[in-house]
């Protein structure tokens, strides 16, 4: 019996050769990435990042200048993403209503330990930071939306590896290994296996200066209807202002704000660990 077709794919959806790909979408995919990761670029530094002409350049930048995805700053003669490019991709946020719930609980968390909050998920192997409630202290942590990072020197991804099935952990550790970024990095599978297994223990992780000297990150996941972790919620701060002694108390804020998510998107709490996950 013949498969049908699923709606939405073409029959040649499996074909990546480059017959079958736009390649000027594709270079300006690749335009918008390289403006994504700085805070604006002149058209030649951008062509000289991406290896086109500048000529090719500026026809894309026009083009994608008329929807709005990127900008240009008169004065500096820098462009910079736009506000289109925003719109677009809060269309993401729309596939669940995770971020729209995690709102006001994510404001409470803040307000509660004084401390930047933040949501993320689990994208391609890493953490990708979806939103974040500031603190009003000068000095603070700051994940644009959008950012990714490791998952094993995260507090965000350290709560959902804890607990993800076993099998899922070991592919995502064999796809992006275990980089060192600090003297503080868990870079041994056996010492992360046990960071997590106080993890699931306590209710919450700890990215304890793992990423970056002087940074500490509290943090613990939000679960779907099947008990599957679909998202973390975190505060992060300087280590002087969340030092390890407080990390309970915080953690047991952080827990709740997660459980509340949790509650909120019909999901359920009383999960099974990842170790009685097959």
Same mark, same amino acid.
């Given at each position: 019996? +013949? ?7 073409? =029959?040649? @959806?499996?074909?990546? $050769?480059?017959? !079958? ?5 594709? #270079? ?22 991406? &290896? ?10 026009? $083009? ?12 500096? %003669?820098?462009?910079?993403v736009g506000p289109g490019a925003f719109r677009i991709g809060s269309g993401f946020l729309r596939r669940t209503n ?12 803040? #307000?509660? +330990? ?10 391609? &192997?890493?953490?990708? @930071?979806? $939103?974040? /409630? ?5 000095? =603070?942590? @700051? @994940?644009?939306?959008?950012t990714r990072g490791p998952m094993h020197t995260s507090g965000i991804g350290k709560a959902l590896l804890a607990h ?17 970024? $600090?003297?503080?990095?868990?870079? &041994? ?23 970056? &000297? ?9 679960? !779907?209807?099947? *008990? ?23 953690? +047991? ?6 459980? %509340? /998510? ?7 709490? *009383? ?8």
């Amino acid at each position: 019996m +013949t498969q049908p077709r699923l709606r939405g794919r073409p =029959r040649a @959806f499996h074909d990546k $050769t480059e017959q !079958n790909t736009v390649r000027a979408l594709d #270079r300006a995919m690749g335009l918008l990435a390289a403006l994504s990761e700085t805070k604006g670029l002149t058209l030649s530094e951008l062509a000289a990042l991406t &290896d086109q002409s500048p000529a090719t350049v500026y026809r894309v930048l026009i $083009t994608l200048q008329g929807h709005d995805i990127v900008e240009l700053e008169d004065e500096a %003669q820098r462009w910079h993403v736009g506000p289109g490019a925003f719109r677009i991709g809060s269309g993401f946020l729309r596939r669940t209503n995770v971020a729209e719930r995690s709102r006001a609980a994510m404001q409470a968390l803040m #307000r509660a +330990t004084g401390e930047t909050a933040n949501l993320g998920v689990e994208d391609r &192997d890493e953490v990708l @930071f979806l $939103t974040q /409630v500031e603190t009003h202290e000068a000095i =603070r942590a @700051f @994940f644009p939306p959008g950012t990714r990072g490791p998952m094993h020197t995260s507090g965000i991804g350290k709560a959902l590896l804890a607990h993800l099935p076993p099998v899922r952990v070991a592919a995502i550790l064999k796809s992006k290994g275990l980089p060192g970024f $600090t003297p503080l990095s868990i870079t &041994d599978e056996a010492a992360l296996g046990e960071d997590l297994a106080r993890t699931r223990a306590r209710g919450y992780a700890i990215d304890d200066q793992e990423r970056a &000297d002087g940074m500490r990150c509290i943090a613990a996941p939000i679960f !779907n209807a099947h *008990g599957e972790p679909v998202a973390g919620l975190s505060v992060s701060g300087p280590a002087f202002r969340i030092p390890l002694e407080a990390a309970a108390r915080i953690g +047991t804020d952080v827990r709740a704000a997660a459980d %509340q /998510v949790t509650a909120a998107i019909g999901g359920t709490v *009383g999960f099974p660990t990842a170790g009685e996950k097959s």
